[in-house]
């Protein structure tokens, strides 16, 4: 025997393996139905649960100047908020002002 390597199968402990399980082949119908499930969690998770007391969300867009959105932004940062939440606030305070 040379140095090195140990020579293949010499000197290993022989243990039992275990019979692999079959492996069954998917179909078109199998993946599609594994990504819609994937997206449905995905989904799930960004908006959350549905339910008493939730609100469902609208996407809108509005031009305000940049100087202003970096205030927001700079505001989200700090309060550890994403931008859209400290607009709802600042939206709901002005509003119920009125």
């Not at 469902?56 to 700079?74: E, F, G, K, N, Y």
Request: no cysteine; aromatic share 2%; net charge positive.
């Amino acid at each position: 025997m040379s140095k090195g390597k140990p020579a293949r199968g010499r000197g290993r402990a022989t243990s039992a393996r275990r019979p692999r399980s079959p492996v069954v082949p998917l179909d078109a119908e199998d993946i599609a139905m594994a990504r819609l499930q994937a997206h449905v969690r995905k989904t799930e998770a960004i908006r959350g649960p549905d339910g008493p007391g939730a609100t469902s969300l609208t996407r809108t867009t509005v031009q305000i100047p940049r100087a202003m959105l970096q205030h927001v932004r700079d505001r989200a940062r700090r309060e550890g908020a994403t931008v859209s939440e400290v607009v709802e606030v600042a939206l709901e305070r002005y509003l119920k002002s009125r």
